[in-house]
Nanobody
Framework: QVQLVESGGGLVQAGGSLKLSCAASGRTFSSYAMGWFRQAPGKEREFVAGISGSGGSTYYADSVKDRFTISRDNVKNTVYLQMNSLKPEDTAVYYC?????????????????WGQGTQVTVSS
């Protein structure tokens, strides 16, 4: 069982930056691929970014590529999402998720554990 706790959300103006963190419990963090997803009001949850267990491979949705960076610290059992050049359309609840494999996926149903989410609001 893995427990995930996100933090770092908040209100920011367009063009600003935020860094989300997701702390994971357990002693085998590096054996889990991690992902960030988001869900805006009235929309389906969508993939944002993923990272392999070692951190050597990363994947991004086209909508955030070159603006967001996913990283992980396997000593601190934490995954991060650095979000730059934020846009109003980035407004959503952001969730981190863990997958029982070292290779990340882009589909939410392939992830096994989820955090409670953190709200990100970008004002225009």
């Amino acid at each position: 069982q893995v427990q995930l706790v996100e933090s770092g959300g908040g209100l920011v103006q367009a063009g600003g930056s935020l860094k989300l963190s997701c702390a994971a419990s357990g002693r085998t963090f590096s054996s889990y691929a991690m992902g960030w997803f988001r869900q805006a009001p009235g929309k389906e949850r969508e993939f944002v970014a993923g990272i392999s267990g070692s951190g050597g491979s990363t994947y991004y949705a086209d909508s955030v590529k070159d603006r967001f960076t996913i990283s992980r610290d396997n000593v601190k059992n934490t995954v991060y999402l650095q979000m730059n050049s934020l846009k109003p359309e980035d407004t959503a609840v952001y969730y981190c998720a863990a997958r029982r494999t070292v290779v990340p996926g882009t589909t939410d149903r392939t992830y096994d554990y989820w955090g409670q989410g953190t709200q990100v609001t970008v004002s225009s």
